[in-house]
């Protein structure tokens, strides 16, 4: 997954005692081409969240512990430990009008995106 966070300006204040250099390496480049937005609709699992547009299209706002910010859910999928996957679910996503449990519960999500055939039982 890339970053979605801009780099620093040389010039910026820093605030801290961490030299620029070094906290330039902690921050994603930013494209020569610049963030592109995503075109239509997206599906209900998302991979990567490649630009601050794409997190913007699949998130939600938040109403709780994050006041003021946005949220988007992920599922790692860990059942074979070579091929790890993570996919973000797009919180926006709509059938018929709805957003289905897919898109709002993680388990319904895990069956939907990864194929995941256990029951909750």
């Keep these: ?31 020569s081409s610049g963030p592109q937005p995503p075109s239509g609709p997206l599906p209900l699992a998302v991979a990567p969240i490649d630009s601050p ?17 946005r949220v988007a859910k992920f599922l790692i999928d860990r ?13 926006n996503f709509t059938e ?5 449990e897919a898109a709002r519960f993680h388990y319904f999500f895990g069956r939907a995106a990864f194929d995941i055939p256990e029951s909750l039982d």
């Design 96 to 100: 018929n009008g709805k957003v289905p």
């Design 53 to 69: 547009e794409t997190f913007q299209a699949i998130s939600t706002p938040a109403g709780d512990l994050v006041a003021n910010g």
């Design 79 to 91: 059942r074979d430990p070579g091929a790890l996957s993570v996919r973000f679910v797009n919180g």
């Design 1 to 31: 997954m890339t970053g979605i966070l801009p780099r620093l300006p040389a010039d910026a204040p820093t605030g801290t005692s961490t030299p620029l250099a070094k906290r330039q390496r902690l921050i994603a480049p930013t494209s």
